[in-house]
């Protein structure tokens, strides 16, 4: 079974790895460099706290590949199990919480409702004031995406994956198709030149995800999204064994890095225009960064007057319109893993199962991707998720 997967971000790396491992002779095709486009920009959270089934068991089926990691790949992604703290201001909030909370733990999740003055325990600086309920769950944490890119990366020659950078799919070749619709693929283009032949094109591209379905005939509504992340000096230094905080009302995140710095980022625009991905700012803007200090210093007393920004940057999500990915084989050998949102690198483990599964006909990955069919756009049977910033 011949497979080209294209796009070398974590996505197309876990996934090539996972064919790999199982047998299938992979070609990996990335236009720039693996993993740098929305990969190198995250802000590397994973979490078990979404407010869909379907998010909660793509996350603990992923978990345990972040844990072994190391041992796995020889590479230490950084990987710390902080915890997340989501905060509710409001009744409506609160109550998501508590049912979030519910449906998480059912799934085999560990999420407590807090009373915010018991989040103290975690995060010592959040404004119990302002907040009726906190929901903490041990399980989550945090890892750095770049590092987990260069595990994938290293151990892809040794598992006989033919890796080409610098090389963009400019066609995917298909066969004639039938009443049905196109397909099914034959190959890809490569550089408007060289072509490939293959019995499986796997669309991990990112924010370029309906570019690439586009070349098989596939319209898919994903949507390139800026979101920005800025590393902060805090006015008091936060804890290094913090949680990655979240005020749902506001929409502001923060999280530690290291020797009390933090990232925080969110998005507070009424609006949300569509990003060109070859053609966005990928740095942050000023007063976007001002607006999310003070939301920060408003969910808790780090953030101050005093606090300092040290540096941002602009990246891409590939948003859907509920917010879920898009995660089937929409044509006979086209499979679509797309439109992962803000939680595309947590994903990336349990992602390559399923990938996996529907290249080769298998059934290895216990995750019920049911939901994330596409046509849930036209049925209007959509799958929102609430807890996204
Ligand atoms: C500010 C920010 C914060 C985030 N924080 C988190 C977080 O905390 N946790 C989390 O889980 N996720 C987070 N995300 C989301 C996460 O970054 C993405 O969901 C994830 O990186 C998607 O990976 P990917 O492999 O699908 O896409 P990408 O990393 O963008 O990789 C796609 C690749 O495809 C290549 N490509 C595209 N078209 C072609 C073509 N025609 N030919 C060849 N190559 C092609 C591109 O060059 C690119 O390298 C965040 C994102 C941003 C921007």
Same mark, same amino acid.
């Given at each position: 079974m011949n497979v080209v997967v294209v796009g070398g971000g974590i996505v197309g790396l876990a996934s090539a790895h996972e064919l790999a491992t199982r047998g299938a002779s992979v070609t990996l095709v990335e236009k720039g460099s693996l993993g740098g486009e929305s990969t190198q920009r995250a802000a590397g959270g994973i979490r078990t706290q979404f407010s869909t089934p379907v998010n909660v068991d793509l996350s603990l089926a992923s978990i345990p590949t972040w844990e072994? @990691? &190391?041992? !796995? @790949?020889?590479?230490?992604?950084?990987?710390?199990?902080?915890?997340?703290?989501?905060?509710? $201001? %409001? %009744?409506?909030?609160?109550?998501?919480?508590?049912?979030?909370?519910?449906? !998480?733990?059912?799934?085999?999740? %560990?999420? $407590?409702?807090?009373?915010?003055?018991d989040a103290t325990e975690y995060c010592s600086g959040v404004r119990t004031d302002a907040f009726q309920l906190a929901t903490y769950s041990p399980l989550d944490g945090f890892a750095d995406p770049n590092l987990a890119c260069q595990g994938y990366a290293q151990a892809l020659p040794d598992e006989g994956v033919d890796v080409r950078t610098k090389t963009e799919?400019? %066609?995917?070749?298909?066969?004639?198709?039938?009443?049905a619709g196109p397909g099914p693929v034959t190959g890809v283009e490569l550089d408007g030149a060289e072509t490939l032949v293959a019995d499986a094109v796997v669309n991990a591209a990112g924010p370029w995800a309906a570019e690439l379905a586009a070349m098989a005939g596939i319209d898919i509504p994903v949507r390139p999204k800026r979101r !920005?992340?800025?590393?902060?000096? #805090? &006015?008091?230094?936060?804890?290094?064994?913090? #949680?990655?905080?979240?005020?749902l009302d506001t929409g502001v995140y923060f999280r530690p890095e290291r020797d009390g710095v933090a990232i925080a980022g969110g998005h507070f625009a009424a609006t949300d225009p569509d990003a060109d991905p070859d053609a966005y700012s990928t740095t942050h803007d000023v007063d976007w960064?001002?607006?999310?200090? &003070?939301?920060?210093?408003?969910a808790a007393t780090y953030f101050g007057p005093e606090s300092r920004i040290r540096r941002g940057w602009g990246g891409l999500y590939a948003v859907t319109p509920d917010h879920h990915a898009i995660l089937e084989e929409t044509m006979p050998g086209f499979v679509n893993a797309v439109g992962f949102?803000?939680?595309? @690198? !947590?994903?990336? #483990?349990?992602t390559a199962t399923v990938?996996?599964?529907?290249?080769?006909?298998?059934?290895?990955?216990?995750?019920?991707v049911s939901a994330l069919a596409g046509d849930r756009f036209e049925s209007g049977d959509l799958v929102e998720e609430q807890n996204v910033a």
């Open positions: 072994s @990691f &190391e041992e !796995q @790949f020889g590479v230490d992604i950084g990987y710390r199990r902080n915890g997340y703290l989501f905060l509710g $201001r %409001d %009744d409506g909030t609160a109550a998501d919480l508590r049912e979030s909370a519910a449906m !998480q733990n059912d799934r085999g999740g %560990d999420t $407590r409702i807090l009373d915010p003055t799919v400019t %066609d995917v070749l298909t066969g004639g198709g039938s009443s !920005q992340v800025v590393v902060v000096d #805090p &006015e008091t230094p936060i804890e290094d064994d913090a #949680p990655l905080t979240i005020d960064a001002v607006t999310c200090v &003070e939301r920060a210093g408003d949102s803000g939680h595309g @690198f !947590q994903h990336a #483990p349990a990938v996996a599964d529907l290249v080769l006909d298998e059934s290895m990955s216990d995750v019920d």
